[in-house]
């Protein structure tokens, strides 16, 4: 069966610091892999999706990913993190040939500290 | 363009006792999504609906929950009785996904319903 494995449970950065969050999945089948952020009583919000073609994926807020098909996974980028990107961050997968739901991962707390 | 609502947004109760859940769409969306979030991990998919039908119910646990989606509109996701575990946020997502499959519609995910358990 399809899983997500987040990396790092929790990341604390500074803020005007660079960071990356990591996700690695486990289907060799084709799949769509999506970064969503969660903030604080709210629901998810897709960040970036890589469904086909450039493999370096640019989002809202400054974030990018890039797949590596090779080693199944789909990290999380941004150059300058702000305050404001604290949050919680879900990496999901959608494996073509089991539909369209979404299987997520546990999640990446980043907290963005001055 | 108005987003996925749910109600209510928070809900306590008692071991055994029932509760509902309710949810509207994106206008227009014809896939309707039951996600559940337990504390610490991300959502689960307990079921789908591709507008009335139901896509997707493997992960439901049918003894205690129920769900339907009258018309292929809103939605509703009911728990009796409840248990301690069923503790979590329910979330509601809808995309306007016309098959079931192969699908690049994004998601769009509603509040959520706390649920807790006492």
């Known amino acids: 069966a399809q899983s997500v494995t987040q990396l790092d449970s929790q990341v604390p950065v500074f803020e005007e610091a660079p960071v990356e969050l990591r996700c690695n999945y486990s289907?060799?089948?084709?799949?769509?892999l999506f970064w969503y952020v969660q903030y604080p009583n709210q629901g998810l919000q897709l960040l970036l999706k890589?469904?086909?073609?450039?493999?370096l994926v640019k989002g809202i807020n400054g974030f990018e990913a890039e797949f590596n098909k090779s080693q199944t996974s789909f990290h999380l980028r941004k150059p300058s993190v702000h305050i404001s990107d604290t949050a919680e961050y879900f990496c999901?997968?959608?494996?073509?040939?089991?539909?369209?739901?979404?299987?997520f991962g546990k999640g990446t707390t980043l907290s963005v500290s001055s | 363009e108005a987003g996925v609502a749910q109600s209510p947004r928070y809900k306590i109760i008692e071991k055994r006792q029932s509760v509902a859940f309710w949810c509207n769409p994106i206008?227009?969306?014809?896939?309707l999504y039951w996600y559940q979030q337990i504390l610490g991990q991300g959502p689960k998919l307990l079921i789908q609906?591709?507008?009335?039908?139901?896509?997707?119910d493997s992960q439901l646990p049918k003894d205690r929950f129920s769900a339907e989606r009258l018309k292929g509109v809103d939605s509703t996701l009911k728990i009796q009785p409840a248990k301690l575990e069923d503790s979590a946020v329910y979330l509601c997502?809808?995309?306007?996904?016309?098959?079931?499959?192969?699908?690049?519609?994004?998601?769009?995910f509603g509040p959520g319903t706390r649920l807790t358990v006492l």
């Open positions: 997502a809808s995309s306007l996904v016309r098959s079931a499959f192969l699908s690049t519609d994004t998601q769009y």
């Open positions: 289907s060799s089948v084709s799949v769509y």
């Open positions: 890589y469904l086909s073609g450039s493999t």
């Open positions: 999901a997968v959608s494996d073509l040939q089991a539909g369209t739901a979404l299987i």
């Open positions: 206008s227009g969306h014809a896939t």
């Open positions: 609906f591709q507008n009335n039908g139901v896509v997707d």
